[in-house]
């Protein structure tokens, strides 16, 4: 019979009977038969599914004419399993809608679907069956129960004569034991086919057994799936053989007779009327002959949390006895939270609650699903925080959205849209967010907690949730019941632990279950006072307390900026994104993000226009040292016309000092010493004095006056230190730029001691992160002038450390490329190479300004010079030239300067490789020159060193000039370079002795330097001399 004629045939009795439901479910079996026939791609496996559904719609049919009148539990059974038929349909339905290419481009998937389906529809028809099977007994105890002990039966044995052949027996021969029935048991569920990052629990749960064992954890944490990995081991399967079962529980709470009892009983195939009956039964099935048997118990909490609320004695922790009461009985238990049942004597060490998997696991997970080959976007795997089943359901969404588009949808729907067939990531969290066991306190602590990715320590939980009832109760019930975890605190916390809500968790309650303006108030409260201790110049114990709060704060100021959140004024919140804007300039962490929302809410409230000045100010001032976009020029006027507006005059005087670098150099230094006055007139401070007369000495070197920059400096050290709590952060900052001016100008050895002595010891003090990493970037470059490689690596790395804890990316590219030539000054190509790949892995097109771009061309021109690769050095260096020539307002004119002088001086070196002296000289002569022109001695001295070999014998009077500034300063590569060819000349004029000595005196710097190409050239150098003599 075909599958239409039969659906058909058995539709038109369905009509003859008048039952509505078996016309609905026939009605669906015809669309999903003839959906079938028309699927071009898997039509083999959609025609069996059909089939199978018509077989099983016919048995309902039959059972449906029979059985009258039906119980509640059938007709839910019932309704069940037309929902599961309607999503075949569904599926269906939706494959004859696509293109014959969208079906065989996604067969695979529709095939495993296909497979879930029939899985689905299984499933239900099976509780449907035990339903009625159970509901058959029911009839069949009821009327035979008034016979079963009735005195004519009694009457009946008495009666009873025993026979001549069994009369002549001394003693009744025992009868044989009754054998045990085979019972009808439900086969296992599958092993799950994907399942990563357990593989230690697995083992350790298969090693435990025999023995009986709770897996414990949060909703959609992976414990059924372990359960089952735990089930189908081989080494479980060796011990266990066939006497592995698996009991679903989730009907334990809707059963009303026999409860837990009944649901195990029947997964057995057991049924009875009376609840000892069914005790001995399932005792006895379970017992066996005294094999080895093994028994899950799945979502074990539907029948333990429903029972223990509502009766002193509760029937689920019985039935936990009585297995208990099998010594050949070994248990596996799934229970959401944290909390084991009581009655059951588990077997120790307890197994732990199941924790989120491991970044690794989670990547694996979500790819095997997805099927990706796009890099993952780790916002959102931050989203579901490693819990397997939001992996799964994100994973089968990402086979056909982007990323950016899950993002988005993520943002409006949150967990909602994790659902797939019949399972949902909010119904399952649902089923413990609305546990018997949650309180109302419970849920609005939980509601505050879902506030707080990064946790909280306990202790710090009553600041702020002091005024919900019983909040350490509430607390108690939320670990309980796993929607609280604790989690290793992060490093620098001791041994705290913090309390955690999972991130899937956290985004349900906040849809589902916000918190109230007056219960979220005092959070609030307590996390703004909080940023607001980061004042301009924090003691690093109060900058460290609230770097490790945050992601926390970031979700407070996001959640109190966000519509309808926060009060009906919006200025505290605002004056806390002032601070916290404040700490990502100053520590370098933090979302930008931030600034942004709150500028959109301060715009829209004329009472808190100067707020908006001090966002624009420090959006200027994050645009200048990070990645962040905005014209430095035009924020900070539009600040200062703020702050001229509202009467601020330390915000006019802030925005007046960065503004000098835009005007002309003679204006510039005029505007400073105005600003000065001001200051002075106005009383602000020794605070913003000091600021003044940074920015003032600025001015001077843009005009040449290093005197006047470097008093400017020492002026604003002594009022600092004068001061009664002087900021650390400013006397840092001009300590630094008074090493930079002996670094340059005359006196490196010095400019090094004032940057490890005093400079650094003041940044770090204030945790400071930009300036201490500026600090140890130039003690490392100023090392790699004088030839300590090694040393000056080290600091570099330590400089780029810092500033990858923050959001430095111009910064670290610049601390790369750096690198990269100390690398090479010790001949380690591969690790140059290394150093290299990072810097220009971090060019990306949005935002790889044209300074990072042309350091990191710069680099590559390096290492093909040292390579003797002429071609690339060339097309390299010329490529850094010209963005060099760009200019960029983030970098000071003298910067873009002596950079550019640092390219042409390399340039000069490829000429030389080229042997092209003319073309040498004129780049060695210009790049000396434009070192001379900003101030920057030391590099127009090493200029002149390079030039001095290019002009043979003539050089001579160059090099006696060059070398003793080169000897003062320390520089040793450029006085080895110098000696040796002061050498060469001599040896060319016959002066041996002379020529050896300083080609001697060059090959030991170069030995002490590790400098393997000056070491051969000196070597050859006296071979040369050597052989003349001979």
Known sequence: ???????????????????????????VAQIISESARIVRVNQQGCLSLARHVDELVAVVNTELEAQTPSSVEWEEGLQAFRIALESVREFLQDQTRRSYLSQIVHQDRDAAKLQDLREVVK?????????????LHELAEAATAPYEFSAALEELDALRLPSPSTSKLKAPIPAPPPKQPRRAVAPLPPCPQLFFGRADETQSLVDALPGRHCILGPPGIGKTALALTVLHSPATVRRFGERRYFVPCDAADRIRDGGCLGVVAGAFGILASSRAKLEREVLAFLQGEGEETLVVLDNFESAWEHHSSTSTSSEAESLLSLLASLPNLSLLVTLRGSERPSASSWTRPFFPPLRPLSQDA???????????EEPLDERLMEKLDGVPLALELMAYLAQLESAPTLLARWEEQRTSMLKRGLTSLDASIALSANSPRMTDGALKLLSLLALLPDGVVDSDVGLWAGHIPNSARALATLQQTALVSRHTADEGEGDQRRLRVLAPIREYIQLHHPPSHELVAPLLDHYFALIDLFKPCPNPATASEVARELR?????????????????????????????????????????DILFSALSVARGDPATEDLVGQLLYWWAYMASTTTVPGVLEDLLREAKGIFERTGNDAGVVDTSMHLLRFASVEEA???????????????????????????????????????????????????????EKPEMTLVGFSQARLAHYALTLDDPALGLRILAEQALPALEATSYTVGVGNAHHSLGSGLLLRGDAQQGIQQLQQALEIYRSGAYVRHQIETLCRIVEGHLAVDDVSAAEEALRQAASMIRSEDGTSYARAHVAHAQGLLALHR??????????????????????????????????????????????????EEARNMFVVAALASRKVGWVTSSVDALAHLAETLGDEGEGVLQAVMLPLLRFGYRPALARALLCSGEI?????????????????????????????????????????????
């Open 868 to 917: 003797g690769d002429a071609q690339e050095a060339r097309a390299a260096l010329g490529s850094a030239w010209r963005a060099f020539r760009a200019r960029d307002n983030l970098i000071s004119p003298e910067i873009w300067t002596a950079t550019g002088a640092e390219t042409l001086l390399e340039l000069g070196c490829v000429a030389q490789l080229e042997r092209d002296e």
């Open 123 to 135: 499933s239900s028809f099976s509780v449907l069956q035990l339903t009625a099977r159970f509901h």
């Open 552 to 592: 926390n704060t970031e979700s407070i100021l996001r959640y109190a900026l966000s519509s309808g959140s926060s009060s009906s004024s919006p200025k505290r919140a605002l004056e806390a994104c002032v601070s916290f804007c404040r700490m990502v300039v100053q520590r370098g962490i933090g979302s930008t």
């Open 1 to 27: 019979m075909t599958i239409p004629f039969s659906v058909a045939l058995a539709a038109q009795t369905a009509e003859v009977a008048g039952h509505e439901i078996s016309r609905t479910l026939l009605g």
């Open 986 to 1030: 001599a040896r060319r004029r016959g002066q041996l002795g002379l020529a050896r000595r300083r080609v001697e005196s060059a090959l030991r710097r170069f030995e002490d330097m590790k400098d393997a190409g000056g070491i051969s050239a000196a070597r050859v150098g006296l071979e040369m001399c050597t052989s003349v003599v001979m």
């Open 669 to 723: 230094v005029v505007d400073g010493e105005r600003t000065l006055a001001f200051v002075r007139d106005k009383g602000l401070g020794e605070r913003r004095a000091a600021r003044t007369l940074q920015a003032l000495a600025r001015a001077h070197e843009r005009l040449g006056n290093i005197a006047q920059a470097r008093g400017a400096h020492e002026e604003a050290v002594k009022a600092l230190l004068a001061s």
């Open 362 to 372: 989670a990547r694996q997970a979500f790819l095997s699903i997805a099927g990706s």
